[in-house]
């Protein structure tokens, strides 16, 4: 079994059987008006981390994360910014080191770039994250308006983190489910979550 890299997420360790395999691609989607940032500042605990930002400012997200009640670690956080966000992103990653976290929040930013260049990225991305046993995660808003090249992002993903952020009565409820993990097995049973300071197991009812 290749080595497995918390996500710094217990309850979602122990059902990945001890984490992600290194040298994984990881798309996370949620609503853009869902707590999933807390799976990317939580992850940042986890070991040196990269966190390319491409709509917020870098100051922005690291006061966030520096105010989170979550555990968290210090990251290097980049803003992606100016006419060539691919070229961009591709210098930053290329200095990843090893068995380092990457996070690009959010992607939808390049996949909104022309369709070949955003494949040849996610190439050599998915290149560079299995030659240094590191870890990416792809975060993919999945609101009102979902850039064209989701699919291939979905598809080029070698794990896939679906949360779905629902108001049920006086309750918010949050559900992952992980429908894809090539090479390993894919989660067969719903995981509920409560997402309020930090990322947790919800204990109350299982789903029906």
């Not at 949620?30 to 799976?39: G, I, N, T």
């Not at 609101?143 to 598809?155: A, C, K, Q, S």
């Amino acid at each position: 079994m290749a080595d497995r890299l918390r996500t710094g997420i217990d309850v979602l360790d122990r059902k990945l059987e001890g984490g992600i395999p290194a040298g994984s691609l990881v798309a996370l989607t949620a609503s853009p008006a869902s707590q999933a940032e807390l799976f990317l500042y939580e992850l940042t605990a986890t070991r040196g981390t990269l966190y390319l930002s491409l709509d917020r400012s870098g100051d922005a997200v690291s006061a966030s994360i520096s105010q989170a009640r979550a555990r968290t670690g210090d990251p290097t956080v980049r803003d992606v910014a100016g006419e060539a966000p691919l070229d961009n992103a591709a210098r930053l990653v290329s200095a990843l080191p090893d068995a380092s976290n990457l996070i690009i929040d959010p992607i939808d930013i390049l996949e909104r770039q022309e369709p070949p260049r955003y494949r040849n990225f996610l190439n050599e991305l998915q290149n560079h994250i299995y030659n240094t046993g590191s870890l990416a995660i792809l975060h993919g808003l999945d609101g009102y308006d979902i850039p064209p090249m989701r699919d291939t992002t979905l598809h080029m993903a070698d794990i896939v983190f679906e949360l779905d952020t629902q108001v049920n009565g006086d309750r918010i409820e949050n559900r992952l489910a992980v429908p894809k993990f090539r090479g390993g097995s894919a989660l067969r049973d719903i995981i509920k979550l409560e997402l309020s300071d930090s990322v947790a197991i919800d204990t109350s009812r299982d789903i029906a």
